[in-house]
Structure formats: structure tokens, C-alpha cells
């Protein structure tokens, strides 16, 4: 085929490499320093801080293949895929921009060029649409002769103006359209009361293939245009629907997106999958198998990727989107009928089709540097949902069973949104399972308790961010001198109030180390010449502006006014503190790669002047033995006393170099390398040593997990590793001192004494259970119910620990089998409770379901499962009123008024 996806991609960037632009890498799905976005959803996101004026483009003109993620927010297009041919949450944008360079006419131009003469795409089939009153723009198109005035269309600022935001760079656009013919309207097109048309909601036939958006507008609050002093372009082409159209005119063949060279690849695996268990389904049959396809097929490409960058599938935010199309992609391969695992194949399948351009142009290198780690990180995420897709599914069956016996015609919304926020099952899917059992689902009241969800997730995220109200204005900015200077003078550029009676200062210039990379802001003094100080208790960075956050300690705040001139500086321990920290973490991650293994990639840091924290992927914990090899390392490469150095390059340049990278990072064409001694190089912007002999000593403090697939290592050096030491040492005199003896004896001594505890509560066990035997060898002191013909038998004692209490449950339900039972223990301060089901009986009654019921009587909380639970609480008193419900619990199960 001619036009394949890579070949498509690679005549986009070579045409705009020869016209004099700089090609840029696709920056990370993850945006950096932006809490406006979870994911990058278009092209223009990475340049936001060139057209904001906050940083100055390394080219006036730049072209790129960005990688973007609509999942959330206003651009949202979750819901949509799978039911038709064109939509995605993964896809690739292409992008052409110009930052005060070229304008309107060449912008057509060269999309003119490129659409007509490099791809060969019919004239006759082409339109164009210009914004309602841009004149100079439809004059583009008229006098250079490309489209007759009756395909150069005119429309409103919905279809035809765009704006970064409420404020901010705005400006009219100029789209290319293609008619897709007839055939497109019969077979995609949403709209049945309308005719097709350009820009008509829902036509499938008339289809965008380009966005050229010329910036030339500063919009404030008020709505107001302003014009800018520099002008820009901002492009964007979807390369999958691009795809889709030089292969239908290729093959002659009116394709979607999905039937493109790339996604058939996918879904031939797919295929392959569904035939591992049985006879193998066919995409392109019609009806909710395709559906299915498509779906898997997209989610794979966003799973791999997000992978790729670090990000652990888990409960908050960016890390549950990432779980959510992990579980929609398991449970739409179980309607395949897909019962084995597939998603790791299915991912390497996407990092060998999409690293084929990539191994050559290093276009998206994080996919074949960490196939290890997403292909692990795939297959352990199935697993873990594989544990709780069968269940949602048998609560949703038996939901369903019970409504078929009542008036009821709609799901509950409640029982819609525990199935998505517990079990992973996205609504689209409940609510087709319940169609076909001839139900609807309450979407209201689901989408009532995800927007409860959402705002407590927005509360949260407003909580973390620093002064979201703040308003400096796009045009602060602060510059960072304080790699080898502790002190400044500068000129105050905006100061603002924050919440907690403190006061944001920000200067043009400044030596206080921003948050930033893990290390923690600086802190310190702000001396203005009027005579106000500030002790700065942190300092941020946003939108290009480094905000020193603190209080007014002298003088009056109104003498800190713009333009004052100030003195800088930092506590200077402080920040010699952080930096052995941030040199030793540098060295701790080169040696958990030459140890653990290159799988290993850093998920997260905390640089501070106290202590180190390192987070990084792994699919297990780190044996006592790698880490004491891991802490022998760094310490010997500390006593080499190797040279740390920096320089600055260019970013490709860089990672050709050997430099580690972090994908959820926002690099700019240029980037601050830090190479120590010859072992170590990272793309860095954080303070370090001069040599890795002033770092002294690092010592390794614990290792953990904090998250599926990601563990923790925390360490301390120089003198606060000594100190650590020295109370270890400390600790071990003291425990000598107990044990009557020091060195090897006292490992000997507490070995016998542990020994002897073991030997005596194992007696200890024994003669309680032989008394609880000796209980109940007399009946009478169990109350007995039969409920509609079920034997209730519950039982209070006194003094009886946990083990033993389920050991009288065990013999009560072999005595008045089948039962339920259920069996209570006043420990004095505690109370504890066991709940044992009858084999015959679990299909109806639940042991974890009851426990769950009657432990917040008693103050306390359990689970467990449907033949045995347990529970522990506090108040002692409740325990005959916790015994006395269980048998209006097992009524309710039985008779299907209570929750299962």
C-alpha cells in the first residue's frame, strides 16, 4: 500500500522539514505543570506557553506528530467509541505552527501543497470554510485559484473562531473539508432530518481533514478582542482520518478509521484471540461485536501509551482513567468470548506495529525503551480485574433476576455506579446488559454520584494546586539564577494575597529554587528596600512565573508594591541539604537499574533537605539482598568522588547521548543534562553537588509498595544518615540491656524467649479450645431459630479470642447443620464476632454480606466471605443487639429484600 499511517506521518513532517521547520517530538500525554488538563487532548497544548508569551519557541516555526488523549473534560469522547467509524481517545495530530512567521496566506498555502500535490486528494472533492468576517482569509482561497467562491464557505464562531479559553489567544479559522460521497452519508451519518452538508452535526459524508487556526486576538474578561502585537498559526490534521481517506481512494474502497492499515493489524489480533477458547468471531459482521473491535482496538493504542509513561493504573485521577480502559477493554474481549488474558499481547502487538517509524525517527522511543515494563504492567492489571470482572458480572445477573420478578423497569443508578466505581464496569455496558434483559438504567441518578465524585476529586485537586484564584496575568514571568548563587537582588514584578493571611511575591529575577523535578521548593528571606520582609515558606512555579509563598514578618505589606526594588535570599542549609539529596537520588536510580534491572523506571520523587524518597516501577519487592548490594553501590560511587556536571543541548541530542528521560515530564527543545562521574546521565532541572563526595553517606531506610506495580525506596544522607546509624545503634544497646546481654548472645537470648512465647500460646490455644469442646458438648446455652426453615444458631461468650471463636462456629454448624451461625466474644475492651454459613445454604445467604451489616453495631468493621466472615469492634455491650439482627438479616437474604 502507498499510503500506509507511517508513510503518511513521514510525508507530513518531511514537508514541513523542508519548508524551514523545526520538527518537534511529540510532547508527553501527561501535561507538565498544567492542573488545567489530565491529559494533552490536542496539538496545541505543549506550545500553550509560546502563544501565552511565557517562553520563547526554540523556531519560529515548528511541526509535529503530537500524540493526544480525549477521556475527560470538554473534550470527552469516551462514550462514542466503538459505535461509529471516526472516533478515538488515542490519536495522533498532526501540526504545523508559526509563532510570529508566516501568516494566512502561506498557511493555505501549504496546506493547499500538501493536500493536493503530496496526497493527491481530488480538487473537485474539496471545500473550505472561513470565519463569518474574515475577509483576508477567503481572499487566500479566491485569488490564489484553489476552490470556486461557491465551496468557500462562511460560518459563526461555533464552527469558525477558536479560543484557548474563556481568555486568553484567540482567533478566526480556515477548515479543508472533503466529500466523502453518498455511499459515507448511507453508512455513517448520524442525522435523518437533515440534508448533508458542511458543518452539519452528525454528517459523516462532509468531514474535516484540516483546522488552520490564526491566532490574532487577546480575549479578556469582558469579551473584548485585542489585537496581538505578533501574529501565529496553529494547526491541526487528524492523522487517522487523513488515513482513512488515501486509503479509500487508493483501494477504491470507502473505509473508516478503524479499517486503516494500522487498526487492521490490531484487530486481526483481536481476532486471533477470540478464537484461543473457540470458533472465532469476524469483524465487519455488523451489530455489538464490531462495536467490541473497535473499542478493544482503540483502548489498546491509550493503554499502551499511557504506560509508556510512567502511569500505574490505580483509584485517583489520571491512574483510574488508565484502569477504566483497562477493565472496558476485558470485559468488552468477555463479549467476544475472550476468557484467557490478551491484553500484554495485544499491547506488543501496538509497540511493534507503532515502533516500526519509531526505531528509525525516534519518534515515540518510550514504546520500545519500556516494552518490558508495559507489557507487565498490562498483563498484571487483567489479572487483578479478572479477579473482579466475574463478580460484577454475577451481581449485575442477579440484580437483573430479581427486577424480572417485580414492577421495576429501570436499574437503579446506585446499583449502575457501584458497578463502575467498584467493579470497573463502565455504564455503556450496564445499560446494554440491561437492555437485553429488556430494562433501562437510571442515568440520572448516575450521573448525580459522578458529579458528587467529580467535584470531590476537583475539591481535592483545588485543595493541592497553590492559589487557584490568583491572577498575575499571562505576562509575569520570573527567571531562575540561583544554581551557583544563594543570594539576588531583583525588582518585584506582582504581588498578590493568598489564603491563610500570606502573601505570593514574585520577582524578575530570583534565586529560590521553585518545586519542582521532586525537590521541594526553597525557602528563606525577602528584604525590600522599604524596609517590608518576608519569610518565603515555599516557592512554586506556574505559567512561566516563580512564586515565592509567605508572610509579612516586618513593615507594611503596601511598601511591596510592583516595581520595589528586593533582596533575595535562601536558607543556604537548607539547600545544601536537598541537594546531596537530589545527587544521591541520582545515583540511587542508576543502581537500582544495574540491580534490579533497565526494567526499573522512576514514578515519582521527593527531594527535601530532611530525607530522599525515590518511587519506581516494579513488578515485586526488592529482595534484602539487592538492597544491600543497591546501598554498597551508592556508597562506593559516593567515595569515588566523581565530578557532577551540567550542560545544556538539544533534546534529541540529549536522549541520542544516552540521557534519561521522563515522558511525564514537559521538555523544550533545549534541556539541562546532569551527568555524575561516568555512570549516571538525566535530563534534570533541579540543585546538585559539585562532587559526589560531599553527599558523605547514604543509608537505605525502608523499601515498600505505594501502588500496584510501584514500589518505594526511602533514605537519608551526609549527617542525618550518620545520626539514623547512631539511634539504630543506640536501639540495639538498649534492647541488649533488656535481654541481660550484648553482641551475637543477645540474638541467641531473644531467639529462645521468642521461642517460648510461640510454645506457650500454642498451649494457650489448645486448652481454650478444649473448654470451648467442653461448652458445647452440652447444648442450651446456643439460642436456636429456624427461619423459614433455615437453622439460625447464634452464641455469646465471654474472654474468647478470634481463632477459637471460629473453631465453636465451625462445631455449632456441624451440629445443627445446615445453619448459619453466628457467634460473638466480650473481650473486655473489644468485642469480636464470627459468621459461618452452611455449604448448602451460600448460594442464598452471605456470611461476608451479615458481617458487614452488624459490625458497625458494635463499633467496629469486617468482611469476608460468603461461608465464613469475622469482625472486631469496640463496644462490648452491643454484641447481644448484633446477634439478635442476624436473624432479620438472614430472613431478608432469603427471601431477596436484602442486598446480596
Not at 492542573?35 to 516555526?61: E, H, I, Q, Y
Not at 461555533?158 to 479559553?165: I, T
Not at 469476524?282 to 510512567?310: K, M, N, P, W
Not at 433455615?790 to 447443620?817: F, P
Request: hydrophobic residues 40%; contains cysteine; charged residues 30%.
Amino acid at each position: 500500500m502507498r499510503w500506509t499511517v507511517d508513510k503518511i506521518r513521514r510525508s507530513f513532517l518531511d514537508f514541513f522539514r523542508e519548508r524551514g521547520h523545526l520538527i518537534a517530538p511529540s510532547a508527553p500525554l501527561i501535561p507538565k505543570d498544567d492542573p488545567t488538563l489530565l491529559f494533552t487532548n490536542a496539538g496545541m497544548v505543549p506550545f500553550k506557553d509560546f502563544f501565552l508569551g511565557v517562553r520563547k519557541a526554540p523556531s519560529s516555526r515548528i511541526a509535529d506528530c503530537q500524540k493526544c488523549l480525549r477521556i475527560s473534560g470538554k473534550h470527552n469522547d469516551l462514550d462514542a467509541v466503538g459505535r461509529d467509524s471516526y472516533h478515538h481517545t488515542f490519536f495522533e495530530m498532526l501540526g504545523n505552527w508559526s509563532f510570529g512567521d508566516y501568516y494566512k496566506r502561506e498557511a493555505i498555502a501549504f496546506h493547499w501543497e500538501l493536500v493536493t500535490g503530496v496526497w493527491e486528494i481530488p480538487k473537485d472533492r474539496l471545500w473550505a470554510t472561513v470565519y463569518q468576517d474574515d475577509d483576508e482569509a477567503e481572499r487566500c482561497w479566491l485569488e490564489e485559484g484553489f476552490l470556486p467562491a461557491q465551496r468557500v464557505l462562511r460560518f459563526g464562531e461555533k464552527d469558525n473562531f477558536w479560543q484557548m479559553g474563556e481568555t486568553g489567544p484567540c482567533g478566526p479559522c480556515s477548515e479543508i473539508h472533503i466529500d466523502r460521497g453518498e455511499e459515507a452519508s448511507r453508512l455513517w451519518c448520524a442525522h435523518r432530518d437533515r440534508q448533508c452538508g458542511v458543518n452539519v452535526d452528525g454528517c459523516a459524508r462532509f468531514i474535516e481533514l484540516a483546522n488552520l487556526v490564526f491566532i490574532q486576538y487577546d480575549r479578556d474578561a469582558a469579551g473584548r478582542l485585542t489585537p496581538l502585537p505578533m501574529k501565529h498559526v496553529d494547526t491541526g490534521t487528524g492523522l487517522e482520518r487523513v488515513a482513512a481517506v488515501l486509503q479509500s481512494l487508493e483501494t477504491g474502497k470507502l473505509l473508516g478509521n478503524y479499517e486503516i492499515d494500522l487498526f487492521e493489524e490490531i484487530i486481526l489480533g483481536i481476532v486471533g484471540f477470540t478464537g484461543v477458547a473457540g470458533k472465532k468471531k469476524r469483524y465487519g459482521q455488523g451489530g455489538e461485536a464490531d462495536v467490541s473491535f473497535r473499542l478493544i482496538a482503540d483502548h489498546a493504542r491509550a493503554i499502551t501509551f499511557l504506560l509508556a509513561e510512567g502511569l500505574v493504573p490505580g483509584n485517583a485521577e489520571r491512574a483510574y482513567v488508565l484502569r477504566r480502559l483497562i477493565r472496558r477493554a476485558a470485559v468488552h474481549g468477555r463479549r467476544l468470548g475472550i476468557r484467557e488474558p490478551f491484553l500484554e499481547g495485544l499491547c506488543a502487538l501496538v509497540i511493534q506495529w507503532m515502533s516500526r517509524m519509531a526505531i528509525g525517527d525516534e519518534l515515540y522511543p518510550e514504546l520500545y525503551l519500556r516494552r518490558v515494563r508495559i507489557l507487565e504492567q498490562a498483563a498484571a492489571e487483567e489479572a487483578r480485574f479478572a479477579e473482579t470482572l466475574d463478580r460484577g458480572l454475577e451481581l449485575l445477573d442477579a440484580e437483573l433476576k430479581r427486577l424480572a420478578g417485580t414492577t421495576e423497569t429501570r436499574l437503579s443508578g446506585g446499583f449502575a455506579f457501584t458497578l463502575y466505581d467498584t467493579y470497573g464496569f463502565p455504564l455503556d455496558l450496564t445499560q446494554d446488559i440491561a437492555h437485553e434483559h429488556e430494562f433501562q438504567v437510571d442515568v440520572e441518578e448516575f450521573n448525580r454520584l459522578m458529579r458528587e465524585q467529580q467535584e470531590r476529586g476537583r475539591a481535592a485537586r483545588k485543595g493541592a494546586a497553590l492559589a487557584p484564584e490568583l491572577k498575575l496575568g499571562a505576562k509575569v514571568a520570573s527567571r531562575f539564577i540561583g544554581y551557583d548563587r544563594l543570594d539576588a537582588e531583583s525588582e518585584v514584578v506582582a504581588v498578590a494575597p493568598v489564603e491563610d493571611a500570606k502573601l505570593v511575591v514574585v520577582t524578575a529575577e530570583t534565586p529560590f529554587y521553585p518545586e519542582g523535578g521532586g525537590q521541594v521548593g526553597d525557602r528563606g528571606i525577602i528584604e525590600a528596600e522599604s524596609g517590608a520582609v518576608i519569610d518565603v515558606e515555599d516557592t512554586r512555579k506556574a505559567d512561566g512565573a516563580i512564586y515565592h509563598i509567605g508572610r509579612l514578618t516586618a513593615g507594611e505589606a503596601g511598601a511591596l508594591a510592583k516595581g520595589a526594588r528586593a533582596r533575595l535570599r535562601i536558607d543556604a542549609r537548607r539547600r545544601r541539604e536537598a541537594m546531596l539529596n537530589h545527587s544521591a537520588t541520582h545515583v540511587l536510580h542508576w543502581a537500582l537499574r544495574e540491580i534490579v534491572g533497565p526494567q526499573v523506571r522512576q514514578a515519582g520523587s521527593l527531594v527535601a533537605p530532611e530525607r530522599l524518597r525515590f518511587d519506581f516501577t516494579s513488578t515485586g519487592p526488592v529482595s534484602q539482598e539487592q538492597l544491600q548490594r543497591i546501598e554498597d553501590e551508592i556508597n562506593a560511587r559516593l567515595r569515588e568522588n566523581g565530578e557532577v556536571t551540567t550542560v545544556e543541548m538539544p533534546f534529541d541530542e540529549a536522549i541520542r547521548a544516552g540521557a534519561l528521560a521522563f515522558f511525564a515530564d514537559k521538555y523544550g527543545a533545549v534541556v539541562r543534562v546532569v551527568k555524575i562521574g561516568d555512570f549516571s546521565v538525566e535530563l534534570c532541572g533541579g540543585t546538585h553537588v559539585r562532587r559526589t563526595g560531599e553527599v558523605g553517606f547514604l543509608k537505605l531506610l525502608a523499601e515498600s509498595g505505594v501502588a500496584a506495580g510501584v514500589r518505594r525506596i526511602e533514605a537519608l544522607t551526609g549527617a542525618r544518615a550518620l545520626e539514623a546509624v547512631r539511634r539504630q545503634e543506640r536501639l540495639l544497646e538498649e534492647i541488649g540491656e533488656q535481654l541481660g546481654t550484648r553482641g551475637p548472645d543477645a540474638v541467641d537470648r531473644l531467639a529462645r524467649l521468642i521461642a517460648r512465647e510461640k510454645e506457650l500460646n500454642r498451649r494457650m490455644r489448645a486448652m481454650e479450645e478444649k473448654l470451648i469442646a467442653g461448652r458445647q458438648g452440652q447444648a442450651g446455652e446456643e439460642e436456636v431459630r429456624e427461619v423459614k426453615g433455615v437453622r439460625v444458631v447464634t452464641r455469646r461468650v465471654e474472654g474468647v479470642e478470634q481463632r477459637a471463636l471460629g473453631a465453636l462456629a465451625d462445631q455449632l454448624k456441624e451440629r445443627y447443620r445446615p445453619a448459619v451461625v453466628a457467634v460473638g466474644s466480650d473481650l473486655g475492651e473489644r468485642a469480636a464476632l464470627v459468621v459461618a454459613v452452611a455449604e448448602q445454604l451460600v448460594g442464598r445467604v452471605s456470611a461476608g454480606e451479615i458481617v458487614r451489616q452488624i459490625a458497625p453495631l458494635i463499633d467496629g468493621a469486617g468482611g469476608g466471605r460468603r461461608d465464613f466472615a469475622q469482625a472486631g469492634g469496640r463496644k462490648t455491650a452491643a454484641l447481644g443487639k448484633a446477634l439478635g439482627h442476624v436473624r432479620d438479616l438472614v430472613a431478608g437474604l432469603l427471601d431477596g429484600s436484602a442486598k446480596l
